[in-house]
């Protein structure tokens, strides 16, 4: 019997693979949204705000999201201990979300910590309690935590339903003086309430 040696090399039973690399995608989207805030001013202040943000994904899949925003609360006349006053409030924030809980193909929860900057600026109304009416500009910079739940729509828009909570690092006063005397009418809470709803357009 004869036997016949070769020197190639045996085919393989298995083909190898070739492992294929993530794509990693940078998306923007700009984003409005109306907002109630509670715990600032004496009373809850009906706002809105613009904002930008960059969004960070593997294939497609959202993973990070940084947003800046402005916001503006026009103003609003409340009642205080001494006369009344106006009060608006006006702020920068900056969100970071750090991932996105998908709960279906379409809704998503975004978890979602936050530093904003900003100033109440309240004016007392002229009356026979405020005689020499002035305004007087306090100081806002708070942390706070937030959380979104995104409704995504076809065209890369979406509509977001929104809640955070704040707490300043600064609590100004403003006060009221009669005579000799100096009444303090109001001191932001130790912490602020917001809920809102917003819409947001992903390019591309």
Not at 23 to 33: C, E, I, K, Q
Not at 72 to 81: G, K, M
Not at 82 to 110: H, K, N, Y
Not at 146 to 175: H, N, Y
Request: glycine share 12%; aromatic share 10%.
């Amino acid at each position: 019997m004869n036997a016949t040696v070769s020197d190639s090399e045996p085919t393989p039973l298995v083909a190898s693979s070739k492992q294929g690399s993530s794509r990693w995608h940078v998306r923007f989207a700009a984003s409005g949204a109306l907002e109630i805030i509670e715990g600032i001013a004496p009373s809850a202040l009906v706002g809105g705000n613009m904002g930008m943000e960059v969004l960070l994904s593997p294939d497609g899949a959202w993973i990070w999201g940084t947003r800046l925003s402005a916001a503006y609360a026009p103003p609003r006349t409340s009642a205080l201990a001494v006369g009344s006053g106006t009060f608006w409030f006006e702020s920068i924030r900056l969100d970071e979300c750090p991932f996105a809980w998908r709960m279906s193909q379409r809704v998503s929860l975004l978890p979602c910590g936050n530093f904003e900057v900003g100033r109440l600026l309240g004016r007392g109304v002229q009356s026979m309690a405020i005689t020499n009416a002035t305004e007087f500009v306090a100081r806002w910079y708070a942390g706070g935590v937030s959380t979104g739940v995104r409704v995504a729509w076809p065209e890369g828009w979406d509509v977001e339903l929104l809640g955070a909570v704040s707490f300043p690092l600064v609590r100004d006063a403003f006060l009221v003086r009669q005579a000799s005397t100096v009444e303090r009418v109001h001191v932001p809470g130790v912490a602020s309430a917001r809920i809102g709803i917003g819409l947001g357009r992903h390019f591309p």
